[in-house]
């Protein structure tokens, strides 16, 4: 029988305080919150009268908190991107076990440099690819794995990021630059290099990219936008990414229509209101006017692999659509798989057609493969469970876990992607490129 985990947090972003703080409330019996950092002291007032979190244990930053004794069994790094792996190099030496978010670095030796430690040191490192947790992948990787479309020759995915997520997080937000955190591909898309290698059990052996900023940049601007959506800007009427259209007034995301959650909490962590969530767009980031951000990832990219068994998958990122959704199709040898994930269970599609002369179609009940399908379609609580599960003693690693080594596969597969991008779309090997 598993014992309760001792867990710390560094890192109170979106991530660490409102996704994976929350599992200790799920599941008391399996989690405690015991030390908390980050360099909001906001963020950290909240987080410790929420979980009760003694003042002593609060710090000011993971630096400080890992000038300490180890504190907890396990640590949650759910610090900026540049920052996770020197945060996770000290905590394994303090003996943590570790729930990595991703991407784990953009800088290869460091990937190669945590790898090393994580088996030098004999701890559990897991990287938050939480898309393999969800019931929905879990169950197209039970139907691939049953040969029901035979051998998978070509996939073909998308990650539709979404109009108003790609402004939110890659143009105002904190993703906005790639020199301060992670390239697009790796940032946002590590997790589909990782989900589709993993649902087909397949390994790159070459890929090239294209991809650019189209939009997001000041020779983009309509005439009379502002720097900041709320100080006169002419062009508010007819733009889409104006930030109180957005924040206040969306249907799904805006406060004025009942949303209290993301990305609101990100705007106002301690809560949002109408009145705060006006004074975060008329003085934070999130008002500033798109077409004037410090921002350089791309709002559009396309990856074409080649696999070592000869087999081929095709990934585009935009995010130049209405919502926030993957789609993929798995064409095999005696039919296909289509996979469509959307926020909503219900919305949710995974068919089979199999080859035959009536063209039969299978739909899976997508709804009843869970009750709850809330974090990335219900796939972030199921992880962290699997997680204190693992290190507590409970149960075995699974063959949903991630291991480092496989999580660094889908990183060198982005980084790959990114160096194609920014050198023409020229040929990568990964084994080659993983080793430079």
Known sequence: MGKLMKVAIAGLGSRGKDIYAKSAKLHPEKMEIVAIADIDPEKVALVAEEYHVPKEACFASAEEMLKEDRLADAMIIATQDRQHVGHALAALEKGYHLLLEKPVSPDLNECRKLAEAAERFGKKVVVCHVLRYTPIYQKVKELLDSGVIGDVVSIMASENVGWYHQAHSFVRGNWANSDETSPMILQKCCHDMDLYLWLAGKTCES??????????????????????????????????????????????????????????????????????????????????????????????????????????????????????????????????????????????????????????????????????????????????????????????????????????????????????????????????????
Request: proline letters at 3%; one cysteine or more.
């Open 207 to 436: 890929l090239t990219s294209y991809g650019d900023t189209y939009l997001f940049k000041e020779e983009k601007a309509p005439k009379g936008c502002a720097g900041r959506c709320l100080e006169g800007c002419k062009a508010k009427e007819d733009c889409p990414f104006d930030a109180e259209k957005i924040y206040l007034d969306h249907k799904i995301f805006g406060y004025r229509k009942g949303n209290r959650i993301w990305p609101l909490d990100v705007l106002v962590p301690s809560g949002p209101t109408e009145e705060k969530v006006l004074k975060a767009i008329q003085e934070g980031r999130y008002g500033q006017c798109v077409y004037h951000c410090n921002n350089n990832v791309v709002d559009h990219q396309v990856v074409n692999l080649r696999m070592t068994d000869g087999t081929t998958m095709s990934f585009t990122m935009c995010g130049f659509t209405p919502e926030i959704s993957r789609y993929a199709r798995f064409m095999g040898t005696k039919g296909e798989i289509r996979v469509d994930m959307v926020g909503v269970a219900k919305d949710c599609e995974i068919s089979i057609r199999r080859f035959a002369c009536d063209m039969p179609v299978e739909t899976i009940d997508v709804a009843s493969l869970a009750e709850d399908f809330s974090g990335h379609g219900g796939g972030d609580d199921r992880m962290l469970v699997e997680f204190l599960d693992i290190i507590s003693g409970e149960k075995e690693e699974s063959s949903y876990v991630t291991s480092l080594d496989r999580s660094l596969e889908s990183h060198y597969c982005a980084l790959a992607a990114e160096y194609s991008r920014t050198h023409d779309g020229c040929p990568v090997k990964i084994a080659e490129f993983a080793k430079a």
